[in-house]
């Protein structure tokens, strides 16, 4: 579709300019309007939520039956094109869904290995850095962690009562 500009002459302003499309047919504005007309449906409609399908996850971490406060659990997915995701468990040891994205909580679809962390930095009063010590054996830290997780769509338990001895690690 091509248009051309022609200068219009006003009475406030000689420098105005107006768009000039060339004639459609009938059958070109067809094929026009039923090319947009989908997008614009779903634009008005606001079609659900974008993006792939999430799985809600929440559950407790214990290690020797003692809730791990303060725990980042990692989801790791076990498959191409999916991002890992991390959440940080509350005084009780419970979590919920990490954020997807900022306006989406949930974990992809699919298996996940569970990676489990205490290791963190503090910021102190005087300024200086201090690091939490790991609480963890190390199987559960590194990818050689036995834990893993199905995820479903719906709702889905990520609990894990681990032990403290890796030769006893469930």
Not at 33 to 39: D, E, H, I, N, T
Not at 160 to 165: A, E, L, T
């Amino acid at each position: 579709l091509r248009g051309s500009m022609r200068r219009v002459v006003s009475p406030t302003s000689v420098h105005t300019y107006s768009l000039r499309l060339p004639v459609m047919s009938t059958r070109v504005r067809i094929r026009v309007l039923a090319a947009l007309l989908p997008v614009l449906c779903s634009w008005l409609c606001g079609c659900g939520e974008s993006g792939p399908e999430l799985g809600k996850v929440t559950g407790r971490i214990t290690m020797d039956g003692e809730p791990m406060a303060d725990t980042y659990v990692t989801f790791l997915p076990m498959f191409p094109g999916g991002i890992e995701l991390v959440v940080k468990t509350d005084a009780d040891g419970n979590y919920k869904s990490p954020k997807y994205t900022a306006d989406r909580d949930g974990v992809l679809i699919g298996k996940h290995q569970v990676l489990l962390s205490t290791l963190d930095d503090i910021k102190n009063p005087d300024g200086s850095n201090s690091k939490i010590p790991e609480r963890f054996p190390a199987i559960y830290v590194n990818n050689k962690s036995p834990l893993y997780i199905e995820v479903e769509p719906g709702d889905n338990d990520g609990s894990f009562d681990v032990s403290s001895k890796p030769e006893k690690a469930k």
